[in-house]
């Protein structure tokens, strides 16, 4: 698998994945929180990141809820 196609699938997991709760509470799987932790990435750095492979809808609920 070359860097592309890992990049896509990453994008496609976190589309799957990650939800925002009516309590305007993230859901993350816990993968996702083992590797905030082990990378030393705050919240707000890895909201970033997930943030670029989300609908824009998704962007909007996530902005709506900070």
């Known amino acids: 698998m ?5 990049e896509a699938v990453k ?5 799957a994945t990650f939800g925002v709760h ?3 509470k ?3 799987p ?4 083992s590797f905030t932790k082990d990378s030393g990435l705050c919240q707000a750095g890895i909201l970033d990141m997930i943030q670029q492979s989300l609908s824009d809808s998704l ?3 996530i902005k709506k809820c900070q």
């Open 11 to 15: 994008e496609d997991y976190i589309r």
């Open 30 to 33: 816990k993968i996702v929180e």
């Open 26 to 28: 993230f859901l993350l």
């Open 2 to 6: 070359d860097v592309d196609e890992l």
């Open 22 to 24: 009516k309590d305007h």
């Open 59 to 61: 962007r909007k609920s």
